[in-house]
């Protein structure tokens, strides 16, 4: 059974740093693209980054340059780490898996709160 | 950046009626090798996102025949031939053609 669980969010000041993970079971993350997406309170969905299966990885224009997206195939974990926090990356974020090269999201996991404030 | 702009933003529908979304990119979503990139998402209250429709115009496993999809290259419609009150939640386009995926704002369907 494919279940993606992650972890890792919490409270953080504006301008720290959190690392989320996003821990696989019932594939292999290396073998499939796997993405990132954020909900923040009562709006909609936002597409955050991608990690290709070949190991290229792309980000929204809004965390470009502070979101670093990786993986541990060891593990079977997909990591972001979120760097210089905004009070605007307050969100939900949830990892996927893409259904290989038809790139639907076909699971989710049950997403991580993310809060940034003083 | 593609941009995906759905209407309406919000539907309210009697139980047993029909419901249409829609849903159009700034570009053609239409690849080379002849899918559509489009994807349509359900996050019912209180969950994760559910795939519904892939590819355009093809449901998802489990997903109940009353759900089709379909469009061309820029213009793309998420129908629900007869909704229930399962169906409530909030409907998303998505495009996958090409980095960034972007979503559209959200469709809220509630029953009357």
């Known amino acids: 059974e494919v279940q993606l669980v992650e972890s890792g969010g919490g409270l953080v000041q504006p301008g720290g740093s959190l690392r989320l993970s996003c821990a696989a079971s019932g594939f292999t993350v290396s073998s499939h693209y796997m993405s990132w997406v954020r909900q923040a309170p009562g709006k909609g969905l936002e597409w955050v980054s991608v990690?290709?299966?070949?190991?290229?990885?792309y980000y929204a224009d809004s965390v470009k340059g502070r979101f670093t997206i990786s993986r541990d195939s060891s593990k079977n974990t997909v990591f972001l780490q979120m760097n210089s926090l905004r009070a605007e990356d307050t969100a939900v974020y949830f990892c996927?898996?893409?259904?290989?090269?038809?790139?639907?999201?076909?699971?989710w996991g049950q997403g991580n709160l993310v809060t940034v404030s003083s | 950046e593609i941009v995906m702009t759905q209407s309406p933003l919000s539907l309210s529908v009697t139980p047993g009626e029909p419901a249409s979304i829609s849903c159009r990119s700034s570009?053609?979503?239409?690849?080379?090798?002849?899918?559509?990139?489009v994807d349509w998402y359900l996050q019912k209250p209180g969950q994760s996102p559910q795939i519904v429709i892939y590819?355009?115009?093809n449901r998802a496993s489990g997903v109940p025949d009353r759900f089709s999809g379909s469009g061309s290259g820029t213009d793309f419609t998420l129908r629900v031939s007869r909704v229930e009150a399962e169906d409530v939640g909030v409907y998303y386009c998505?495009?996958?053609?090409?980095?960034?995926?972007?979503f559209g704002q959200g469709t809220k369907l509630e029953i009357k």
């Open positions: 996927a898996r893409h259904y290989d090269y038809l790139n639907y999201l076909d699971y």
């Open positions: 570009q053609n979503l239409l690849h080379s090798n002849g899918y559509k990139y």
């Open positions: 590819l355009g115009s």
């Open positions: 990690i290709y299966s070949v190991g290229n990885t």
């Open positions: 998505m495009q996958a053609l090409q980095t960034p995926y972007t």
